[in-house]
């Protein structure tokens, strides 16, 4: 079994940043790949960015420029950067991890962005 465990939500301004962090813990072998996605009420659960073990990331082209995805293979800790946040940013930010052996994935709790003057 794998825990996930997220901080770093909050409320911040219009065009200011924010830093989520992501640790995963437990029964790991490997990961494959570190992701956050976010979601909004009535709305399907979309991903934000990704980041691949090898260096690949993607982001969603909502993000792009804006936020950086990074991750401490070390440490089992993925972090999302998030600047020049804009009210739309607003959402539920989820971290998704797939992890060997089984290539199978697990979710954090979420954790709460809100954007707003």
């Known amino acids: 079994q794998v825990q996930l465990v997220e901080s770093g939500g909050g409320l911040v301004q219009p065009g200011g940043s924010l830093r989520l962090s992501c640790a995963a813990s437990?029964?790991?072998?490997?990961?494959?790949?570190m992701a956050w996605y976010r979601q909004t009420p009535g709305k399907q659960r979309e991903l934000v960015a990704r980041s691949f073990h090898g260096g690949t990331t993607n982001y969603a082209d909502s993000v792009k420029g804006r936020f950086t995805i990074s991750r401490d293979d070390v440490k089992n800790t993925a972090y999302l950067q998030m600047n020049s946040l804009k009210p739309e940013d607003t959402a539920v930010y989820y971290c998704n991890v797939v992890v060997a052996p089984g290539a199978i994935d697990y979710w954090g709790q979420g954790t709460q962005v809100t954007v707003s003057s």
């Open positions: 437990g029964s790991i072998f490997a990961i494959y790949a």
